[in-house]
């Protein structure tokens, strides 16, 4: 049997993890590994799918100190409305900080958690005992970020072959330096070629995270739109928003420009990380709008793209799942900094850089047939394989068998 050990964080890395994890436990002769870091633990919990924290493979002389550190550090940063244990954050924060600790002594160690939070750590000392005792033939990770990016660097060192999917488009961050790289598109395969990455490493699997996206909804567009009283508009936009510095200058265009357009609809879905109390202002301050709506987790956030006539983003991956449901998409970014993702450079939607622009770009994403048959070209290039999960299990078991 041979093992694959997942390293995953929340958000878009255990979306990517999960499928592959779920595939994998139905197959004889692989055995999947999760390691569940922070807020992953929520979503294997959501699923009932076993995983493992740092504590499973930690014992010895020093265990002691481990637990005094993750409940020193516990005590002050658990967050409890996130869904993680008490328990998981213990088990994620002690092994790091002990980690951080051996190598620069408590004070410096201490001072850096202090400057940088969690960005301090990269535990690569965890996670020699972790292949000490698990021995995986393959390690799968998707981000170069603390625990994943430590995972590759011991994994690389020992020879053990390594996987990294890259979550979107390759065109910043870290170059990928595993063994073999999973990418979605051939637009991504580019940009890693471009950074100087030999083609042999890159493969075009799609994206797992995205598999769900191409299912049935479990709400009919009907129903949500007759309970939020929005039945009767003539277009939807669902504004996919995010915690961001500058989220009081996003919300009053956007709500602004929709408070003017009775005959449309705005669905705001907050990011779960928000509590929408600046969108509810601003709400408060144009009088409280009937076509405008926020959401928090009422209902599934596909289900939500699906139904919408034109997304709104500034740059959250919802901005990509409506492209592969081939959707208009407008970008937003009024922070005077460049795109981080390609999505209006590439031209598959329209940036607004400016307050008071995106009356425009809602006029002419509803009136003109040239900027939605040159936007309709552009999502083209984004196209992706709909059963991800299975190229990304073939993948895994071409790479267990080359290295027996």
Same mark, same amino acid.
Request: charge should be neutral.
């Given at each position: ?25 139905? *197959? ?20 009932? =799918?076993?995983?493992?924290? /740092? ?44 980690? !951080? ?14 400057? =940088?939070?969690?960005?301090? /750590?990269? %535990? ?31 994994? !690389? ?11 979107? /488009?390759?065109? =910043? ?19 890693? !070629? ?13 994206? %797992? ?18 309970? *939020?009283?929005?039945?009767?508009? *003539? ?27 009775? *005959? ?63 959707? %208009? ?13 390609? /999505? ?61």
């Amino acid at each position: 049997m041979k093992k694959v050990l997942f390293i995953t964080y929340g958000g878009g890395h255990v979306n990517i993890a999960l499928p592959i994890i779920k595939a994998l436990n139905n *197959e004889d002769e692989i055995s999947p590994i999760p390691i569940a870091l922070t807020t992953a633990t929520v979503k294997f919990n959501k699923e009932k =799918i076993p995983y493992y924290n /740092f504590f499973d493979f930690l014992k010895g002389d020093d265990f002691d100190r481990v637990k005094t550190l993750g409940r020193e550090l516990a005590n002050k940063h658990h967050n409890e409305l996130s869904g993680v244990s008490l328990q998981d954050s213990i088990a994620y924060l002690g092994p790091s900080m002990h980690d !951080l600790e051996t190598k620069y002594g408590y004070e410096k160690a201490m001072e850096m958690f202090q400057t =940088i939070g969690r960005k301090a /750590f990269f %535990p690569t000392s965890v996670f020699s005992k972790v292949f000490d005792v698990v021995k995986p033939d393959l390690v799968v990770t998707s981000s170069s970020q603390r625990a994943e990016g430590a995972a590759n660097e011991v994994a !690389l060192e020992r020879g053990i072959p390594t996987l990294r999917f890259v979550d979107l /488009f390759g065109h =910043i961050g870290n170059v990928p330096n595993s063994d073999y790289i999973a990418v979605m598109s051939e637009f991504v395969k580019k940009n890693l !070629l471009e950074r100087d990455i030999p083609s042999d490493k890159i493969h075009i699997v799609g994206q %797992p995270a995205f598999d769900s996206l191409f299912g049935s909804s479990t709400i009919s567009k009907n129903d949500i739109l007759s309970k *939020e009283n929005l039945l009767n508009k *003539e277009k939807i936009f669902l504004w996919a928003s995010q915690r961001e510095s500058e989220i009081n200058v996003l919300s009053e265009e956007i709500i602004g420009t929709f408070a003017n357009k009775k *005959e449309l609809g705005l669905i705001i879905k907050l990011h779960p990380s928000e509590d929408g109390l600046v969108q509810e202002e601003v709400l408060k301050r144009v009088g409280n709008p009937s076509n405008i709506i926020i959401i928090k987790d009422k209902y599934d956030t596909q289900d939500l793209l699906r139904l919408a006539d034109v997304i709104i983003t500034k740059y959250s991956t919802c901005g990509l799942e409506g492209i592969l449901l081939d959707k %208009p998409l407008i970008t937003v970014n009024l922070s005077g900094e460049p795109d981080k993702l390609p /999505f209006a450079s590439s031209g598959a939607a329209l940036g607004i850089y400016h307050r008071g622009d995106l009356t425009k770009a809602v006029t002419k994403v509803l009136t003109s047939p040239t900027t939605n048959a040159k936007m309709k070209e552009s999502r083209k290039k984004f196209l992706i394989n709909k059963d991800s999960t299975s190229s990304s299990v073939r993948l895994i078991k071409k790479i267990v068998a080359n290295h027996h």
